[in-house]
Structures are given as C-alpha cells and as structure tokens.
C-alpha cells in the first residue's frame, strides 16, 4: 500500500509539473506571439481563413449528400408509388384481360409473333411470343390478390409444361401478388424459370425493358430476399 500511496504522489507531482511547464510554455508563446505580431498576424490570418474554407466546404457537402439521399429516397416513393397507381388498375382486371394486359408490354418490348391463349387448360402457356433475338418465350399468368403468395405446386405445374410442352427457350412466371413462397421461387431458379412477383411487374408495365427484369428473377425491388440454392 505505502508503494502505490508514493507511485500516486509521484504521478501527481509529475502531472503538477507538466502542468506548470505547459503554463510556462504558454505564457511565453503569447510574449513571443506579442513581440513578434507584424510577423505573425498574417500567418494566423491565413490559418484562420483555411479552417473557415475546410468547415464550410465540408457543411456544403453534408448538406449536398443530405439532399442527394433525400432526392433519391423521394424518387424511390414515388417511382413505387407509381407502380401501385399502375396495379391497381391490373387489380381490376378479369384473368383473362390479365393475359392480354401482360402481352402488350412483351410487343412493346420487341416480341415477335404474340399469342394469348385466353382459356383455361392451356396447360400454363397463357402467353407465347418470340423474344427480339428468336428465342421463344412461354408466358404463364397468375392473377391473386396482392396478399397471396405463388405456391411450390403452381411453380411445378409451370416447370413441368413450359419446356417440356411447349418449347420455352425463356419461361416467365408473372403475377400480380407480391411474393413466392420460398419453395416456389427456390425451384423457379433451379429450373432457370423467371419469376416476376407484383413489383418487378409494376417496373414493367412503367416501362422496364424485360430483358433488363429476367436477371433479377423474383429479387429486385420485392418484399422477399432470393433464398439460397
């Protein structure tokens, strides 16, 4: 105990004398400083002038990020905004309308040789059509409430037939609820099917070329992450 009580005494002298040699130093730097002030004022105004350059430079560009991130935030309300004005007017739609509504934008889109089945038993070719670059593209359509998800069983019935019926080089899922079941966008990547939920859809009627969409396969701007393989 008494080597700690006289370690603590000479830390604290130490500390004392630190701070009197610091006072000390001060005190000259100012006569120094006072002497010596034609020379000195121009330097320290330079200085000044610097940090006040530096500060307002960096609140300009806080202020332009903070602007920039708002904007961006904004645009993204708005552009979902958007797509919600756009699918509730898909909401309205019957099922059969449904498929002719899909098809428009895959003629927009450079599709050739468009058809719309428009009936039931098509056996999920609901839309088939020739991409730009003469690959064939079978379209199957699921009109359900936005709160419902795409079931494993309706994503089978769609592998089973898209390619094996029907010759699909490019086979699109789209529907107008807003996830697929993890089983059902888990077998959709394996078997290279393209699932488009109701935002990538609301981003293609706005006007999204499909083939920048087919990448993104169920995971851009959705409420679901893609689940692993």
Not at 120 to 133: C, E, N
Request: hydrophobic content about 45%.
């Amino acid at each position: 105990m008494a080597a700690r009580r006289r370690l603590w005494r000479l830390k604290k002298r130490t500390r004392r004398q630190l701070q009197g040699w610091g006072a000390v130093a001060a005190v000259a730097a100012a006569v120094w400083v006072a002497g010596h002030w034609a020379a000195v004022w121009p330097a320290l105004v330079v200085v000044l002038s610097a940090a006040v350059v530096v500060e307002a430079s960096w609140a300009l560009l806080r202020a332009h990020r903070r602007a920039v991130g708002q904007d961006r935030a904004w645009r993204a309300q708005e552009e979902a905004r958007a797509r919600e004005l756009s699918m509730a007017e898909v909401d309205a739609l019957s099922w059969q309308e449904f498929e002719t509504y899909v098809a428009d934008p895959c003629r927009r889109d450079g599709c050739t040789k468009v058809v719309v089945s428009g009936r039931s038993g098509d056996l999920g070719a609901d839309v088939v059509g020739y991409l730009a670059d003469g690959r064939k593209l079978v379209v199957q359509c699921k009109k359900y409430a936005p709160h419902r998800s795409v079931s494993s069983q309706d994503m089978q019935k769609f592998v089973g037939t898209a390619r094996l019926e029907h010759g699909a080089d490019v086979a699109l899922f789209v529907t107008t609820c807003r996830t697929f079941t993890k089983a059902a966008l888990g077998l959709a990547l394996r078997q290279d099917i393209v699932a488009l939920h109701r935002d990538l859809l609301g981003s293609w009627v706005k006007g999204a070329h499909l083939e920048t969409l087919i990448p993104l396969n169920g995971s851009g701007g959705g409420t679901r992450r893609r689940p692993s393989t």
